[in-house]
């Protein structure tokens, strides 16, 4: 299992990846809005998040032609070899993870709703293709089931392509998930804290710190 935090804020991301339980950090140009990373940053931040615990790193690519796309996944790839490259699920964006994967990039195809782009994925040689459970489920379709869709097709093919859930609305959902089969999920800062506070868990593990502090009295 694969956890991931979908983030470019590095003062709550780094806390987080210290601890070792998450394998890396998904962006997206609203995240990087968000959070007032400029692309310049790129580059320190990728460093930086690394430097916390991150083994891998997802950096979107922008533009509207294929080349434009390439170009800007080749930029965002020399920044370090654990950097994964996203595209959207378009023409140009599909066409682009293309060239990048035939030269080794490692790409996820992203803003995936329907179980036939993950095919498509797969087809371009994409390292991971990246459906929006919680935009899915907004929509009036049945998220849950269009990736488990995702994930009998891959699999049934032999697909070295990867899920990795997104759009992720509650803890409740990385459980559902694994039980499709989805090895890798990224969901934000305040759902992965939650992942820490169950209150029976925090109760217990003090009820042992009281009972320790008796004994050895
Ligand atoms: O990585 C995609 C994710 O950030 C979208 O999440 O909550 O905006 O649907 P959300």
Redesign the pocket.
């Known amino acids: 299992m694969r956890l991931f935090l979908?983030s470019a804020n590095l003062s709550q991301l780094q806390p987080l990846l210290r601890t070792g339980v998450f394998y890396g950090v998904?962006t997206?140009p609203?995240?990087l809005r968000e959070s007032g990373l400029s692309i310049a940053e790129l580059p320190s931040f990728t460093q930086a998040v690394l430097q916390a615990g991150a083994r891998a790193v997802f950096l979107q690519a922008w533009g509207r032609q294929t080349e434009v796309l390439y170009q800007c996944g080749r930029f965002l790839a020399s920044i370090d070899g654990r950097v994964v490259v996203k595209l959207t699920a378009t023409q140009e964006g599909l066409s682009a993870a293309s060239r990048l994967a035939a030269e080794g990039v490692h790409t996820c195809i992203?803003a995936v709703y329907t179980p036939f782009q993950a095919l498509l994925a797969s087809a371009v040689g994409a390292t991971f293709v990246?459906p929006?459970l919680?935009?899915i489920n907004d929509s009036g379709r049945d998220g849950y089931a269009i990736i488990a869709k995702m994930a009998e097709s891959l699999k049934h093919t032999s697909s070295r392509t990867e899920i990795l859930a997104?759009?992720i609305?509650s803890t409740a959902d990385l459980v559902t998930l694994a039980q499709e089969g989805v090895r890798c999920i990224?969901f934000?800062v305040p759902i992965a804290e939650r992942l820490f506070q169950e209150p029976m868990t925090l109760e217990a593990a003090e009820a042992f710190e009281q009972a320790i502090q008796e004994v050895s009295l």
């Open positions: 979908d998904t997206n609203l995240i992203t990246a929006y919680g935009r997104a759009s609305r990224t934000s």
